[in-house]
């Protein structure tokens, strides 16, 4: 059996906003609500969701860059959140991310070696001969030149900057990478280029991602897995081919539904899902989807489902898991 890599154990993130009156109370933002993952070496995970859904809260959770408000997560076996910040500082080595921006995670007053390297210079007291050699290895491996360490990021372009963070990503040998929409930010003609070296760079380096994204085709291309999360909770999970396929949920199905396909006009009678739009918000009890979906039924008001198997490698959080969107 693989190790188990990443352990969340009913994570939540609530934040505080400021009181709208003086004498109110401030208003809570849960981010991300009781989620908890298993994930294991070598087996790719993708979180999907819509905009403010928590997917970029608990990458920041998973990467110490935040402290859970309960719960816990373990990498390697290791609570981070117990971790002095010298103890949190060295076991970075085996857990890096790549942001999403690539003009904006990169310093443009700074070398290519300069940035590369970094990591190395906060974990190890490795010389400068060394840290230049590390760096031309993973700057070749990403598919760049070693006569490249000398640049600055304005001379590359952005498909190059990402290769570049994902090159300063692989400098310490992670186990883990967190990668947080690595390839939205990038045209479409290059975005295919980024995921193939990931892919390829998974297998060389024995990396494995854990891959915050938007895009199912990039999940569908990348993933072994994938949960759904919607309002901070896990939906729905599985295989890409599993959820895509015979996706369970209503919200997932709404995701899918919403993908455009060429030449989908021309296809007679295929069927539309539709989505009801509203403001309300859904009371605590309440399965969080409900005020938006279109087979929502009494309980769906009053309890909330909680993630239960319905088949192998196949959960989902739905009381009516049987129920089919209706045409239009």
Known sequence: MSETLLRLDQVTRTYTLPRERLWAAAPLVHAVQGISLHMNS?????????????????????????APTSGSVHILGQALQQLSPFELRHARRNFQMVFQDPYGSLDPRQTVQR????PLMALEGADDLDRRHKAAEVLRAVGL???DLGKYPHEFSGGQRQRIAIARAL???PRLIVADEPVSALDVSVRAQVLNLMQDLSKEFGVTYLLITHDLAVVDHLCDEVAVIYQGRIVEQGSPLMLFK????????????????????LQPGRRKHSVRVTTKAS??????Y???????QARCETQRPELRTIGADHWVACHFVAGQLPDD
């Open 42 to 66: 070598g087996r790719n995970l993708g979180i999907v969701g819509e905009s403010g859904s928590g997917k970029s809260t608990l990458a920041r959770l998973v990467m110490a860059l935040e």
């Open 145 to 147: 030149r070693s006569n």
């Open 171 to 173: 400098i310490t040998r």
């Open 115 to 118: 940035i590369i390297t970094e």
């Open 290 to 296: 409900a005020a938006r979906c279109p087979q929502a």
């Open 283 to 288: 009371p605590a009890a309440a399965c969080p």
């Open 246 to 265: 015979a996706a369970a949920h209503p919200y997932t199905q709404a995701l899918l539904a919403a993908v455009p396909r060429v030449g989908a006009e």
